[in-house]
């Protein structure tokens, strides 16, 4: 059976390699990239903004013109494009807007016209359709920055011909960025008062971009399983989990894929040994090298790392709290990050407290985090809360054995070893207490140190599996079928 070749349309306020503040940047890069490459029409949709390296990525300096409503305004944009292998890019020009510092923000904080900024770009994305002659299948949107395409394309374009069989799939990232804006920020969007006034994109008296769009998409996706049904809970619905309940039918989870071009210990350029699961000897190198990097004595203790934004999110002042009993049973540490200024200050004072055994390095560095994912032991990655999260499956591909809480894309995507049934392929604590954080990474050091022929077992079965971006893209796809079957109109 030929499969049905979609025209998708991928719209994401930032998209790698272009432009990218975290994982949104990412999986919008990659995600579309690969939808391409399976044969369909893809489409990008992304602000030019000013820190896109014009040059580099070939990106002429005149486009389409297209002329935008906002309030009583029409601001002219124009829709640059560039084609990258079989996905086409479109970036929407608009100097007032987009040719500033920060994507979002600057050291003094948000633009204060981001309401206007993304209310624009919503708009922009139906024009440049319009104007590119481009008839999609699907709209897919994410995040909050988007999440008035499916508003407008059910109420201002719902008549328009070139539309009318298009649907729309929103993917949210994660649920605690909504896009809430002062109710004086309405007459930007051009819509009915009524749908602000009937509670549908209102929020605590303000206007709420996401809950607009969750009502109004055909499709909901959010990046794993595990996060579908947490944020249909009180605790982690962030207000809008009556909605998501709602809407539980027309709700998903995929878990991200990794750009296995870029996170592959065969051919990283970025580490000081290349190895494979079949000859995994490279590690040992790479461990070494990393520990002399780091400023720490070489030798066979198991090595804990962390690579994250240092945030209470992530569950980092637990661990904290519990690491000098940790190292008191011959572990070492390794962490780069940074964020959250208590937490910087608690990490570089235990570096300097447990010289040997504690380095740390506050900032981010690239290919420090390679050599990070290549050459420790163990993945710490203990969050309160975490949509999908990337690094445990870096570490899988990297023999790098994950240790997480269950909860989000971690409890997805990692299965606890069971000494019972010798399955699993890291470790994993339940119950979000310092007792069982520390409990966990006992158990997991007792395993490395005292069974090493198991927990090669471990590593190999975690470098064996596969978290390319095919598997979420042939997800993808179904659903964008799907969401013929459920047209919201």
């Not at 025209?7 to 994401?12: D, E, G, L, M, R």
């Not at 970036?91 to 900024?117: P, S």
């Not at 975490?386 to 445990?392: A, I, T």
């Not at 894309?409 to 049934?421: C, F, K, Q, R």
Request: hydrophobic residues 40%; aromatic residues 8%.
């Amino acid at each position: 059976m030929t499969k049905k070749k979609l025209t998708i349309v991928f719209v994401s306020a930032e998209a790698e390699p272009y432009s990218k503040t975290g994982g949104l940047g990412d999986v919008s890069g990659a995600l579309s990239l690969a939808l391409s490459e399976s044969g369909h029409d893809v489409h990008l949709v992304t602000p030019l903004y000013k820190a896109i390296d014009r040059k580099a990525h070939a990106i002429p300096g005149k486009g389409v013109k297209i002329k935008i409503q906002v309030s009583s305004r029409q601001p002219m944009a124009e829709v640059v494009s560039i084609k990258k292998g079989r996905l086409s890019v479109h970036f929407i020009k608009q100097n007032d807007y987009y040719n500033r510092d920060g994507l979002y923000n600057t050291k003094d904080g948000d633009h204060k016209d981001n309401a206007e900024r993304f209310i624009f770009f919503s708009r922009a994305v139906l024009e440049a359709i319009k104007a590119l002659k481009i008839k999609p299948d699907v709209i897919h949107v994410n995040d909050w920055h988007t999440g008035l395409v499916p508003v407008y394309l059910r109420t201002l374009y719902k008549n328009d011909p070139q539309l009318a069989k298009t649907k729309t799939l929103l993917t949210v990232h994660n649920l605690g960025h909504q896009g809430i804006f002062s109710e004086r920020d309405w007459h930007l969007t051009g819509l009915d008062w009524g749908l602000f006034s009937s509670g549908l994109l209102e929020f605590s008296g303000a206007i709420n971009i996401l809950k607009g769009g969750l009502l109004f998409a055909d499709i909901i996706t959010t990046v794993s399983d595990t996060y579908a049904k947490e944020i249909q809970t009180k605790e982690l619905g962030c207000g809008l989990d009556s909605i998501l309940r709602e809407r539980a039918d027309d709700l998903y989870g995929v878990v991200n894929g990794i750009d296995t071009n870029v996170w592959n210990p065969e051919k990283d350029k970025l580490i000081p040994k290349k190895f494979s699961v079949k000859n995994i000897s490279g590690k040992k190198i790479c461990k070494q090298a990393l520990l002399k990097e780091m400023g720490l004595p070489d030798g066979n203790e198991p090595l804990l790392a962390v690579v994250s934004r240092l945030a209470d999110q992530k569950g980092l002042d637990m661990l904290g709290e519990v690491i000098d009993d940790i190292l008191d049973s011959g572990a070492k540490l390794v962490l780069l990050g940074s964020g959250d200024k208590k937490l910087e200050k608690m990490f570089t004072d235990l570096a300097q407290d447990k010289p040997g055994k504690v380095a740390v390095r506050i900032g981010f560095d690239e290919g420090l985090a390679h050599r990070i994912e290549a050459g420790a032991d163990i993945f710490l990655m203990p969050s309160r809360y975490e949509p999908c999260g990337l690094n445990q499956m870096y570490s899988l591909v990297y023999g790098t054995v994950p240790l997480v809480s269950s909860t989000g894309g971690l409890n997805d995507t990692v299965e606890s070893y069971n000494p019972a049934t010798g399955k699993g392929n890291g470790f994993k604590f339940t119950e979000f207490t310092h007792t069982a954080l520390k409990t966990t990474i006992q158990d997991a050091i007792s395993l490395f140190i005292n069974e090493p022929a198991t927990w090669y077992k471990i590593v190999k079965r975690g470098m064996k599996e596969n978290h390319s971006w095919a598997i979420p893209a042939a997800i993808y796809e179904k659903l964008y079928i799907k969401t013929s079957l459920n047209r919201r109109r």
